[in-house]
């Protein structure tokens, strides 16, 4: 009796280290009635296409669940983090993808300030219980490159990033319709990698 009492407690520590060894960067499963928020400037409300083609509406049809466009053209991040926690609270989502700092780069606004704010954008949701994925925004110019920020703050906050896949589609001029926006395939191609991440983070299986 006491060696099964022994094995059966030495299993509830193996199952507890495992839930507890979730990783950095990991995500909960998406039920299928469970709401995806996409929330950003004007690369998520989908200027240079038709809303039926910007990347949260591909999105929606590439995982099967509901993905809400809170994108608002021309926003800069102060002003998101303003708006975030409204939104949140009125479609209580069970993740938030974060695609914002575009026109605060435009505008060369304080880098230090845009990190703070995506981090309150951050803690906007982890108050909530809402987990978080970011989309790193380039340096547009002569050699196109993530601003390091976002990668900085994904390691400190230890959740995902779409690295790499915005620069690439923005130097591409086959997925642009202008200079700083993409166009029906290139809105598809940043669905698909958000759908990817989302795969191998474990929010879809």
């Known amino acids: 009796m006491k060696s099964l009492t022994t094995l059966i407690f030495s299993l509830c520590m193996c199952f507890l280290l495992v839930a507890c060894d979730k990783g950095a960067g990991t995500l909960s499963f998406l039920r299928p009635n469970d709401v995806v928020l996409a929330f950003g400037d004007s690369l998520t409300t989908g200027v240079g296409t038709r809303s039926e083609s910007s990347y949260p509406a591909q999105l929606n049809r590439f995982i099967a669940r509901k993905v809400v466009n809170a994108g608002v053209s021309g ?13 949140l609270d009125q479609f209580e ?3 938030l993808i ?5 026109n605060d780069i435009l505008r060369k606004l304080d ?9 309150y954008m951050y803690e906007a949701a ?4 809402i987990e978080v ?5 380039p340096q547009l110019g002569f050699g196109l490159e993530d601003v390091p920020l976002y990668q900085e703050l994904a390691d400190e906050l230890k959740i995902p ?4 896949t ?4 923005l130097a591409d001029n086959h997925y642009k319709s202008d200079p700083i926006h993409l166009n029906e395939q290139g809105y598809k191609k940043l669905a698909e990698a958000v759908a990817d991440l989302l795969d191998e983070n474990g929010a879809l299986h």
């Not at 926003?75 to 939104?87: F, H, N, Q, W, Y």
């Not at 990033?161 to 790499?164: D, F, P, Q, R």
Request: aromatic letters at 0%.
């Open 111 to 119: 880098r230090q300030q845009l990190k703070t704010n995506l981090r």
């Open 161 to 164: 990033l779409l690295s790499g």
């Open 133 to 137: 994925v970011m989309i790193a925004v």
């Open 75 to 87: 926003e800069v991040s102060a002003e998101g983090v303003t708006r975030l926690p409204g939104v």
């Open 98 to 102: 974060i695609c914002h700092g575009g």
């Open 126 to 129: 982890n108050q909530r219980d």
């Open 166 to 169: 915005l620069k690439n589609l």
């Open 93 to 95: 989502p069970e993740l």
